[in-house]
């Protein structure tokens, strides 16, 4: 059975700070692993991911990818008050649905 | 600002009573999704389709809900004697095939059932 594992499940961190927040899946037929953003709105796009080791940054988010060890991390430096959102981990199957897991809710407190 | 747009935003409604959301895809997104989401869980997956065909369908899809997309771009979404379990938030997304293989979202119909 396909699982997506957050970790942690929320946070609260001062503005400045810098967080990583953890994804392990098993899911048959992975294609890629999507990050997601979500406010009080549906979810954003953030990165997507396919290969192993490669970082994807944009500004101060960036993310891996293991492909071995089946995880993915994502990292915030230099939080601020607008990163406050629910942060969605999913991996896209060989069936083309995104399999969500339950999300990290990250709270900046200024 | 996505492009994808569902309507309602907010629907409620009274146990028993059937309801219908809709789903508009970006323009030349020829894939289309549904997923729900209640509170505290991540979107989940119900039913896709490419063009007008629906391909896939979870098992979280009873037979109370049925999906159509006749042309090929908006789709809806029925929910027949609702119960107050299908509360939730519906969402809608869409990508291109064989494009990068994100998925945009609408904003979502929330769905109170009382």
């Known amino acids: 059975e396909d699982k997506v594992v957050q970790s942690p499940l929320s946070l609260v961190v001062h503005e400045g700070d810098t967080v990583t927040l953890n994804c392990s899946y098993e899911?048959?037929?992975?294609?890629?692993l999507l990050w997601y953003k979500q406010e009080k709105k549906a979810p954003t796009f953030l990165f997507m991911l396919t290969s192993s080791g490669i970082e994807k940054k944009s500004g101060r988010l960036s993310s891996i990818l293991d492909k071995k060890e089946l995880f993915s991390i994502l990292n915030i430096t230099a939080t601020q008050t607008g990163d406050s959102a629910i942060y969605l981990c999913?991996?896209?199957?060989?069936?083309?649905?995104?399999?969500f897991g339950t999300g990290t809710r990250l709270t900046v407190i200024p | 600002d996505t492009g994808v747009s569902q309507d309602p935003r907010h629907k409620i409604t009274k146990r028993g009573q059937n309801v219908t959301f809709r789903c508009d895809p970006i323009?030349?997104?020829?894939?289309l999704y549904w997923y729900r989401q209640t509170l505290g869980q991540g979107p989940e997956f119900l039913t896709y389709f490419q063009n007008e065909a629906q391909l896939e369908k979870s098992r979280l899809l009873s037979d109370r809900f049925s999906a159509e997309r006749p042309k090929g771009s908006f789709s809806t979404l029925e929910i027949q004697r609702t119960e107050q379990g299908d509360s939730a938030m519906y969402l809608c997304?869409?990508?291109?095939?064989?494009?990068?293989?994100?998925?945009?979202f609408g904003p979502g119909t929330r769905l109170t059932v009382t």
């Open positions: 997304a869409s990508r291109r095939t064989g494009g990068r293989d994100e998925q945009y």
């Open positions: 899911v048959t037929n992975f294609r890629s």
């Open positions: 999913a991996p896209q199957t060989g069936a083309n649905n995104l399999f």
């Open positions: 323009s030349e997104h020829n894939r």
